[in-house]
T-cell receptor, first 119, second 111 residues
């Protein structure tokens, strides 16, 4: 089945630094990838929709200058948390839908997530 | 009112029990319904996918969608300790739209 690889799985950084998280579709192409954030015991909250070759679409309340998203190829999207602060500590999860599937299915494959801890 | 409501639990059952997990939603425009299982500190994995109303069965899992009541369910038969996880319902509109998730229900199956 489709596999989405996310790296790193865990990162600890100092406040004020930037952290990049990669999301790769390993055996399929994805024109669209989604970035979610999940706080402890909470649901997944969509942050942004990453579109290959164009600007990402951010959800209301998500700062696009703080959470930079780049979708440079059909298999890679990156999320960069700039000037990270402790309140950015969370579990970040990406997902992708295989290109070519009918729009009806939209069966997303999720990465394993990246746990960010900002000290 | 949130778009998708799901009781977070926790829900604890003995091994072999039938588990019923449910979500309600407010927007009748949702057309695609999914259940994901998420183990601790892992990404969600798709369990079941259903389009519109009806039932779908896969092994020990049965998904039901009642669009008239805006209510979806996941049943797990002969539950196993390995089923212990958080179960998230998710749904979306037609077209290339993102999923909207419930809060997730934490399930523990006790051996």
């Amino acid at each position: 089945g489709a596999v989405v690889s996310q790296h790193p799985s865990r990162v600890i950084c100092k406040s004020g630094t930037s952290v990049k998280i990669e999301c790769r579709s390993l055996d399929f192409q994805a024109t669209t990838m989604f970035w979610y954030r999940q706080f402890p015991k909470q649901s997944l909250m969509l942050m942004a929709t990453s579109n290959e070759g164009s600007k990402a679409t951010y959800e209301q309340g998500v700062e696009k200058d703080k959470f930079l998203i780049n979708h440079a190829s059909l298999t890679l999207s990156t999320l960069t948390v700039t000037s990270a602060h402790p309140e950015d500590s969370s579990f970040y999860i990406c997902s992708a839908r295989e290109t070519g599937h009918g729009s009806g299915a939209n069966v997303l494959t999720f990465g394993a997530g990246s746990r960010l801890t900002v000290l | 009112q949130k778009e998708v409501e799901q009781d977070p639990g926790p829900l604890s059952v003995p091994e072999g029990a039938i588990v019923s997990l449910n979500c309600t939603y407010s927007n009748s425009a949702f057309q695609y319904f999914m259940w994901y299982r998420q183990y601790s500190r892992k990404g969600p994995e798709l369990l079941m996918y259903t389009y519109s109303s009806g039932n779908k069965e896969d092994g020990r899992f049965t998904a039901q969608v009642d669009k008239s009541s805006k209510y979806i369910s996941l049943f797990i038969r002969d539950s196993q300790p390995s089923d212990s996880a958080t179960y998230l319902c998710a749904m979306r509109y037609s077209g290339n739209t993102p999923l909207v998730f419930g809060k997730g229900t934490r399930l523990s199956v006790i051996a």
